[in-house]
């Protein structure tokens, strides 16, 4: 995978997945904690969960600042990694129940601001690596390697998150049970118009409950998810020390690339490789990257739906239990195997392949199938899964799809037909259509959320799991399509001067969507399923074809 590229990519590749890992470990259950700490509405979360995404997004263009004009890349990351660390060790401090909550948004401030001094400069010194010519026409690929690593970090968060919180549930003899939440809250604040069923629902958890101990059970469970979510934050405190170790540790490998414009104009050394644009050839860029930043604000607001809106379709409408052949999916140590089984069918089936591939690929066919199905085995005949367990498909289908599409386009570079990085992106807004238009087809009939008012839908509205997968499938292929894309278009196209600036406007168009993710967030109590997923259908159908009409200027520019 690595062949060909040069060694800095690894080290950035290992530092961003273990801060993605953490980023998305807290990201997975972030909601679910505002909602069952502070009993929070979902429209509630869901706008502080904007608001949070929106400063992560934005800080970007301070760091690209500080980098391109103060500090140097290596130093902002390096500043960015230990602010963030501190963010997460706030966010993990335990506090009693509904207690901590400046504590909690001062974390996330902390938290958005290391960010936006680290996500945008790694990704400039990635695209400072490409500038070699020796490594320049592998730059669009070195891009979708470098996301896969974001995504690996990723995959493993919501498992790892759930893991813990159950641990901590267990230790105090309770099990997860989405429904509890809502309605201990509306219990504690004398909202809920049937306290029969909230008795009947913590009796499965403590036969020995009554209706004079329901008020003591609803803030022990409360109070013991909400610590249950602080130790799951803190997990992202350990994977940020990996990532700091790795980043540290092997700086020699990036060195070379670890330079900006004002910096390689300050040294004799280095002067002569400062690259000076003419005013009209840097606002041609600059314009161009603004249209492409005006799009993809589209593509992030729906996107991230992921962590709000189908979080709240998961755990209220979507069945909490499956099979065994369906826990597979829910089980990465079985579908990752699983996955493995079949790259190792295709190694042993591959045309024009030598035999030692073909018994390396037979061998891991075997190992890994074996591995699978004695996993399989264990399972019962019903599954329990915790609503957050859904958000590992975006970044498994990244990892598992990524090797597809790179062979896909380097395929069609050689037949001389690989679309260009801007009709990429509007492909891209294409796909994202049609993986909302999956829900909405999904959603009809449903009640509203309205119409339950808030609690989780009764079994006869609640729907298959593959809804979701489906949607997570395609919009994963979208954003295959989109993301790695758009950031390779950026560095290509930005003024020498302005790479980490531009790498921050590329994340501040990401913070306008993921904004625009608290709006849909409170919608999510005002209108049909179906009505809220065509929203974002039509956005996207909008969206992209605004992009294919400036088509011609962007493929002109990423050509210069």
Request: charged share 15%; aromatic share 16%.
């Amino acid at each position: 995978m690595f062949k060909g590229h040069p060694k800095g990519l690894i080290v950035a590749f290992f530092a961003n997945m273990g801060e993605r890992f953490g980023f998305y470990t807290m990201v997975s259950i972030f909601v679910l904690f505002m909602q069952a700490k502070y009993g929070l509405s979902s429209a509630t979360s869901g706008y502080i969960y904007g608001i949070f995404m929106f400063c992560v997004y934005f800080f970007p263009l301070l760091g690209g600042y500080l980098a391109d004009r103060v500090f140097g890349y290596g130093k902002t990351i390096s500043l960015g990694l230990v602010v963030m660390f501190l963010g997460y060790l706030l966010l993990a401090i335990p506090t009693r129940f509904e207690t901590g909550f400046g504590l909690v948004l001062t974390a996330l401030g902390v938290i958005a601001l290391g960010t936006g001094l680290f996500k945008g400069n790694l990704q400039a010194l990635v695209g400072n690596l490409y500038d070699d010519p020796k490594y320049s026409a592998l730059r669009d690929r070195a891009f979708s390697i470098f996301y896969m690593g974001i995504n690996i970090g990723a995959m493993f968060a919501p498992s790892a998150s759930e893991k813990v919180c159950s641990w901590i549930l267990a230790k105090s003899n309770f099990v997860y049970d989405a429904r509890i939440p809502q309605l201990a809250n509306d219990f504690l604040k004398g909202k809920l118009a049937d306290v029969n069923q909230f008795l009947d629902v913590a009796r499965a958890q403590n036969p020995a409950i009554t209706i004079d101990s329901l008020g003591q059970f609803a803030e022990s469970y409360l109070g013991t998810l909400g610590r249950s979510y602080h130790f799951g934050f803190g997990v992202a405190c350990l994977s940020l020390i990996v990532s700091m170790l790795i980043f540290w540790g092997f700086r020699k490998y990036y060195r070379q690339a670890d330079v900006t414009e004002k910096q390689k104009a300050a040294s004799t050394e280095l002067k002569s490789q400062v690259v000076e644009l003419t005013p009209e050839q840097t606002k041609e860029r600059l314009v161009a990257l603004g249209l492409v930043f005006f799009v993809v604000i589209f593509f992030w607001m729906a996107f991230q739906q992921s962590a709000v809106s189908m979080t709240f379709f998961a755990r209220d409408y979507t069945v909490s239990h499956v099979d065994k052949v369906t826990n597979i999916w829910f089980d990465l140590t079985a579908l990752i195997p699983l996955y493995l089984s079949l790259v190792g069918l295709y190694y042993l089936l591959r045309k024009g392949a030598s035999s030692r591939t073909r018994v390396a690929g037979g061998l891991a066919l075997a190992v890994f199938a074996l591995l699978t199905y004695l996993r399989y085995r264990t399972y019962p005949e019903s599954n329990p899964f915790q609503p957050q367990r859904f958000q590992h498909f975006n970044p498994f289908f990244i990892v598992a799809l990524t090797p597809l599409v790179i062979a896909l386009f380097s395929y069609l570079n050689k037949k001389g037909k690989e679309p260009s990085a801007p009709r990429k992106i509007g492909y891209g807004m294409l796909l994202t259509a049609a993986a909302f238009s999956i829900l909405v087809i999904g959603s009809v009939g449903l009640p509203s959320p309205a119409q339950l008012g808030g609690q989780v839908a009764p079994p006869q509205h609640q729907v298959s799991v593959y809804w979701l997968i489906s949607t997570y499938f395609m919009l994963t292929v979208a954003e295959l399509f989109l993301s790695p894309m758009g950031i390779s278009f950026v560095s290509r196209v930005a003024p020498p001067k302005y790479k980490g600036l531009m790498q921050g406007g590329w994340f501040a168009a990401t913070a306008i969507g993921n904004y625009l993710v608290g709006v849909v967030g409170w919608l999510w109590m005002k209108l049909p399923l179906w009505a809220l997923w065509s929203i974002l259908v039509v956005a996207c159908l909008l969206s992209a074809t605004f992009m294919f009409s400036v088509m011609k200027k962007l493929e002109k520019v990423a050509a210069d």
